[in-house]
């Protein structure tokens, strides 16, 4: 992977959780390449295995955790195996998250005319609340059951970080998505919290808020059969200034920025949207 800029993490250990997907897995790899060693955790060990595959065949250094955000247990192991392989997590990342269809409108304003139940038209009063709590329990309750877990140990050895992936939604309620918005601004208030809370244990705590990225739990919703993009994301494309969506590689400065006490060791607190903009665009 190329690197925007190289910063030391010689000797630090990083547990990302969600570090398979197309967002988590770009951080893992530049993570590795500034010389951290990386644990991918992930319900899907598989997946979690063939990044470790492509750090290792870099000269990187990283193992596969096969670990459920939303059971302790599991979380309490995987922080164990990873000291027994790279010693204490410096640097958790909490990038576990996801959306169901369940949780979403199939509207993006609801009209009177739409409340008699029809197939395939699923407005907010539809809403299935079991999926409205597994969405809030994967972007929300697990980061901070992670951070729970993984910050005791930071909390008694005086330092540490964790940085949260929020998204554009934790800042912007989106149509379509409310228990999506809601969990990701309830991770973008439990940022700042923690950051209170733990800051005389000597342990940071930032949030990168990604803005609108092709990955694979979007693309159905973003790109047409034929690669053409949908109807909501020309609107989303023409409501970013730059005009794009975002790329993997647009993350790493920030990530890396944070992730260096040198570089950002007066930095707790903070919410940095990586969004080319669309949070700042009014829409005229």
């Keep these: 992977m190329k690197l925007p800029y190289h910063v030391d993490l010689k000797g ?32 899907n060990v598989e997946k979690s295995e063939a990044v470790v595959r492509r750090i290792e065949s870099a000269g990187g250094r990283a193992m596969a955790v096969a670990c459920d955000v939303l059971d302790r247990r599991a979380l309490e ?37 739409m409340l008699q139940p029809s197939r395939g038209v699923s407005s907010f009063f539809d809403l299935a609340p079991a999926a409205i709590k597994e969405v809030m329990d994967l972007n929300f309750t697990g980061a901070l059951m992670s951070s729970q877990v993984f910050g005791r140990e930071m909390a008694a050895r005086g330092s540490g ?15 379509k998505v409310p228990a999506y918005s809601a969990a990701k601004a309830a991770l973008t208030n439990f940022t700042q919290w923690l950051a209170v809370h733990l800051a005389k244990c000597g342990i940071r705590v930032n949030a990168i808020a990604p803005g609108f990225f092709l990955t694979e739990q979007n693309r159905h919703l973003l790109q047409n059969s034929d690669g053409t993009l949908t109807a909501r994301a020309r609107t989303i494309v023409t409501h970013t200034p730059m005009g794009r969506f975002g790329r993997p590689e647009d993350l790493i400065g920030a990530l890396l920025w944070l992730a260096c006490d040198e570089a950002s060791g007066f930095v707790t607190g903070a919410v940095i949207p990586v969004d080319g903009g669309f949070s700042a665009f009014g829409g005229v």
């Design 12 to 43: 630090k250990t990083v547990a990302i959780t969600g570090g398979s997907g197309v967002l988590g897995s770009a951080m893992s790899e530049a993570l590795a390449a500034c010389g951290a060693s990386v644990a991918v955790l992930g319900r």
């Design 161 to 175: 970080q964790i940085i949260n992936i929020s998204s554009m939604s934790g800042i912007r309620p989106l149509t």
């Design 77 to 113: 192991n995987a922080r164990d195996s990873v000291g027994r392989a790279f010693g204490q997590v410096d640097i958790l990342i909490n990038g576990a998250g996801g959306n169901m269809p369940q949780g979403t409108t199939s509207m993006e304003q609801l009209e009177s005319s």
